[in-house]
Every structure is written in structure tokens, then in C-alpha cells.
Nanobody, 118 residues
Framework: QVQLVESGGGLVQAGGSLRLSCAASRSIFSIDEMGWYRQAPGKQRELVARVTSGGSTNYADSVKGRFTISRDNAKKTVYLQMNNLKPEDTAVYYC????????????WGQGTQVTVSS
């Protein structure tokens, strides 16, 4: 079991920055993949960025060059640094953890609201 708690969301003007944090209830060293997803009103949840246990990352095309995901295994925390925010980044952002141990285990946080005003 892994419990995930997001923080750092809020209201920001276009062009501004926010850093989201996702704190895990246990060590994330062995978690294969941690990521950030978002869901805007009336839209499906989509991948924003993810980072593997080996440090490999990938990003949605819409955030490349603006967002950076990182993981600090010692602090059991994953971060999403969001720069040059746009109104279309407005959504609830969810932290995700996935690992394989006989079968896939997937966990979600409760979400944090990010609102970007124009």
C-alpha cells in the first residue's frame, strides 16, 4: 500500500510558476514509476509527466520545456515544477505511483487544484 498526498496547488496568473509536491507514505525507492496526471472539467484524465525508478522521464507534448518532474527517494517525494503556466493548464493534478510485484499496483492521490488566470 502507498498513500500519496499532493500539495502546492493554487491560483496563479498566466506566465507564473508553481511547484507541486507528492509525499508518499513509504519508501518510493522500489516504485517503478511515479507520475503526475491532470483532469480538466469535462475532459479525461491525461498524463502530464512521469519518472521511472531509473530516472527516465517523459512529458506530454503540451508541457515539454515548461514542466519538470523529479523524485527525491530520500524524502519519499515527487515534484512537478511548472513554469510559464497557461490558462489551459488549469486542472486538478493527481499524483500516481505504480509498481510491479507479481501484478501491477497502482495508487492515486486525492488531487490538488491548479488554476491559471489569463
Amino acid at each position: 500500500q502507498v498513500q500519496l498526498v499532493e500539495s502546492g496547488g493554487g491560483l496563479v496568473q498566466a506566465g507564473g510558476s508553481l511547484r507541486l509536491s507528492c509525499a508518499a507514505s513509504r519508501s518510493i525507492f522500489s516504485i517503478d514509476e511515479m507520475g503526475w496526471y491532470r483532469q480538466a472539467p469535462g475532459k479525461q484524465r491525461e498524463l502530464v509527466a512521469r519518472v521511472t525508478s531509473g530516472g527516465s522521464t517523459n512529458y506530454a507534448d503540451s508541457v515539454k520545456g515548461r514542466f519538470t518532474i523529479s523524485r527525491d527517494n530520500a524524502k519519499k517525494t515527487v515534484y512537478l515544477q511548472m513554469n510559464n503556466l497557461k490558462p489551459e493548464d488549469t486542472a486538478v493534478y493527481y499524483c500516481n505511483a505504480m509498481y510491479y510485484s507479481g501484478n501491477y499496483h497502482v495508487y492515486w492521490g486525492q488531487g490538488t487544484q491548479v488554476t491559471v488566470s489569463s
